[in-house]
């Protein structure tokens, strides 16, 4: 079904989005500022350099179903939905300016409050969680004398596309994220984009804004990563090519979901150790590499989270369910639950830990050493009675996935606290708590709604085997 579209702001996202969705065969009226931009677009050509486009406007212009004006009211008048892809860029002091949005939002609802008909405005432009709520619907809501979700309707919807190649990856999404107060709000939205061929996820609006500055945050992250690898390979006179073919091979612990779940801080033999030696490596050759050296501090400044979380609570007995690094393991060297443990001891804390894995009659070498350099009374803060511990806490730590949730669910009274650090799966939360809390992670209660709806792909999660992906 063809729909009537307008679009403001005629940049890379706008002009992209324009041409795409007026081949998809809807009729799509661009809106800008700058004259230049509207006169070429209403004359069939592009505004921006990009792939595809200049054929796109053309044929599309041509066909009719693609024009420009500097004239919000009408574009608004004469469209059922509102795309604002204006631009959001950096004040000197890092700070959003959100003048264009503001400005953006103003416009449209002045031409809403002489609207008949329901309209819907979307959002494109990459703003901060909240500033939808906070910022576009009041003044949507002021300049029309209107009511959102009432008498118009407002979404925000991410774009997700690369310049260089932004016309395939509108067609080719890698995936599509609705957002609004309400799933019904997404029923227009639902409609436009059930052609492509994405996987879509309906959340509430701070959700989907949030979603887009994820995405870009984890892609800089990448390329810092990346970077600083190829920079410490040159420097050691290694083949970068071969080591990061081997590493973007393995789809498995690499290029995969693996330890990407919020949850405690990562620990063990292993991370820890060759973190230090790399970095450690690194200095040597005079190379600095501040992101690979900000891990560990990052990694210490969670445990020190989970100190903070517990002694905000105010409350003196701490039961620790799990004490290794990881659920089904004993191995204690440099497990954060056991810094954990020393941090809260130190302030004063009376600790009673459980843990199935770990008997210290049973632990040796340079793992018993490790325990006992570092807790040295740990044998008598340990129990394998899972009951008793959890019974003796005011505070219950799930610091395991391990943990057996109906036996913890029927030793808990509803007044303990739990503060769960290893971000448990919800259907194995127990039952029954007044306050359950996460070290890193919400779940915002109303998403339960969107989940309802669209149960395969909202706030999904990925499962972790036992194999112990999770840090
Ligand atoms: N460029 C990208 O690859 C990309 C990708 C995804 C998301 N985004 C986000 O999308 C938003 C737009 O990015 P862009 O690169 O297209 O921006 P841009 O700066 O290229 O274009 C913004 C356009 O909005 C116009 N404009 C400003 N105020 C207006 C108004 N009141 N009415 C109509 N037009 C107005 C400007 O004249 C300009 O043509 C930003 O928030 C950006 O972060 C960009």
């Known amino acids: 079904m063809s729909s009537s579209i307008s679009i403001f702001g005629l940049g890379y996202v706008g002009s992209v989005s324009a041409a795409c969705l007026a081949q998809m065969g809807h009729r799509v009226m661009g809106v800008d500022v700058n004259p230049a931009k509207v006169e070429m677009l209403d004359s069939g050509r592009s505004p921006i350099i990009e792939a595809q486009m200049s054929e796109l406007v053309a044929e599309n212009n041509k066909a009719c179903r693609l024009h420009a004006t500097d004239d919000a009211n009408a574009a608004v008048q004469g469209s059922e939905i509102s795309f604002l892809c204006v631009g959001t860029p950096s004040l000197p002091n890092g700070k959003l300016d959100l003048s264009h949005v503001e400005h953006v939002a103003r416009e449209v609802g002045t031409a809403l409050k002489h609207k008949a008909s329901h309209h819907t405005v979307v959002l494109r432009s990459t703003v901060l969680p909240g500033t939808t709520e906070s910022r576009v619907i009041p003044i949507l809501e002021s300049s029309s004398g209107r009511r959102a979700g009432i008498d118009f309707t407002v979404c925000y919807n991410p774009e997700f596309m690369r310049e260089g190649s932004a016309v395939a990856d509108f067609f080719q999404p890698p995936c599509t994220v609705l957002g609004a107060q309400s799933p019904t709000h997404l029923a227009r939205l639902r409609e436009l984009y059930a052609g492509l061929p994405a996987r879509t996820f309906e959340t509430n609006i701070a959700a989907a804004e949030m979603a887009k500055y994820v995405s870009n945050v984890f892609h800089a992250l990448k390329v810092s990563f990346a970077n600083e690898i190829g920079t410490l390979c040159k420097q050691l006179n290694l083949d970068t090519e071969t080591i990061t073919q081997i590493f973007t091979s393995d789809t498995k612990l690499n290029i995969s979901p693996a330890y990407l779940t919020p949850g405690f801080a990562f620990g063990g033999s292993c991370l ?200």
């Open 272 to 471: 820890p150790k060759d973190l230090r030696a790399l970095t450690h490596r690194a200095k040597e050759l005079d190379l600095t590499l501040p992101l690979l050296e900000s891990i560990i501090p990052s990694n210490a400044e969670h445990i020190t989270r989970a100190v903070d979380a517990i002694l905000h609570t105010r409350k003196k007995k701490i039961a620790i369910l799990g004490l290794s690094f990881k659920a089904g393991t004993d191995d204690l060297r440099e497990s954060p639950q056991v810094q954990l443990i020393k941090r809260l001891l130190g302030e004063g804390l009376q600790v009673q830990i459980w843990d199935q894995d770990v008997s210290l009659g049973r632990i040796a070498g340079s793992n018993r050493q490790y325990i006992e350099d570092v807790i040295p009374h740990i044998g008598s803060l340990l129990s394998t009675n899972f009951d008793e511990v959890v019974r003796s806490g005011e505070v219950v730590i799930v610091g395991s996935k391990s943990v057996d949730v109906n036996q913890l669910s029927s030793q808990l009274l509803p007044n303990q606290i739990v503060i769960d650090l290893v971000n448990l799966d919800p259907s194995r939360r127990p039952a029954g708590v007044r306050t359950y809390e996460g070290i890193c992670w919400k779940l915002w209660k109303s998403s339960a709604e969107f989940r309802h709806r669209d149960p395969a792909c909202n706030t999904q999660r990925t499962p972790v085997p036992a194999d112990g992906l999770s840090h």
